[in-house]
């Protein structure tokens, strides 16, 4: 059974460009969080998803920021015109739905973005 | 707004010892806590889930405790190793579904 899988694992960018980070849950698993971890700090929540719904998007940037988990395929978090300061570690989360607030939360490897 | 500390932010012991590490939180209202274990570069590993409704959990060489109404939880590490060096975080569950993380105890296991 695969755990939570998230491509690419390192991605470098140039400022201005789109970064696109991918997730696909563990099997059975139909809820998503995604957390950034910035260098030297702790990790912060950013979004919950559910397949096609966005259930709390309090952590995302204002700008910039959208993510999504359609019907079929992974989960995209997507950072338009990356500046320096997105350069972290992106984490992707996932859980059953059976019983909210009580679920485990299993992590993905995360991704690494740079914003040369 | 939750807050979550951990104390200390590092810790070095010799191999075979004993330890505890904290965690602390301002809002009790929560659903359950988490310990994870992250590794440099690497991603979280869960390592222990507590129920709000819980004392304790324990796997292998490993207890956590949580005492809900004071805000606190505690990982204890029996014989520790030099591969139980990492970082350990501590994460909280509230109504809206999210973790909420410390900032973590670096952890050092001396041979």
């Known amino acids: 059974n695969a755990g939570v899988m998230q491509n690419p694992r390192h991605l470098v960018r140039r400022r201005g460009q789109e970064a696109r980070l991918r997730c696909s849950p563990m099997?059975?698993?139909?809820?998503v969080y995604w957390y950034r971890q910035l260098p030297e700090e702790g990790l912060k929540f950013m979004v919950y998803?559910?397949?096609?719904?966005?259930?709390?998007e309090s952590g995302m940037p204002k700008e910039r920021f959208s993510a999504e988990f359609p019907k079929e395929g992974p989960s995209i978090l997507r950072i338009q015109q990356v500046v320096r300061g997105d350069s972290a570690a992106y984490f992707c989360?996932?859980?059953?739905?059976?019983?909210?607030?009580?679920?485990?939360?299993?992590f993905g490897p995360g991704t690494r973005l740079t914003v040369l | 707004k939750q807050e979550v500390t951990q104390i200390p932010a590092a810790l070095s012991v010799p191999e075979g010892e004993n330890l505890v590490l904290n965690c602390s939180f301002t809002?009790?209202?929560?659903?359950?806590l988490q310990w994870f274990r992250q590794d440099p570069g690497k991603g979280l590993t869960s390592l222990l889930l507590i129920q709000s409704s819980q004392r304790e959990q324990t796997s292998g060489r490993l207890n956590a405790s949580l005492d809900k109404s004071s805000g606190r939880s505690t990982l204890y590490i029996a014989a520790s190793q030099p591969g139980d060096s990492a970082t350990y975080l501590c994460a909280v569950v509230t109504g809206a579904n999210n973790l909420f993380f410390g900032t973590g105890t670096r952890l050092t296991v001396i041979p």
């Open positions: 099997k059975g698993h139909s809820h």
């Open positions: 998803l559910q397949k096609e719904n966005i259930i709390d």
């Open positions: 989360a996932s859980s059953h739905a059976r019983d909210r607030g009580r679920n485990e939360q299993f």
């Open positions: 809002d009790s209202a929560i659903y359950n």
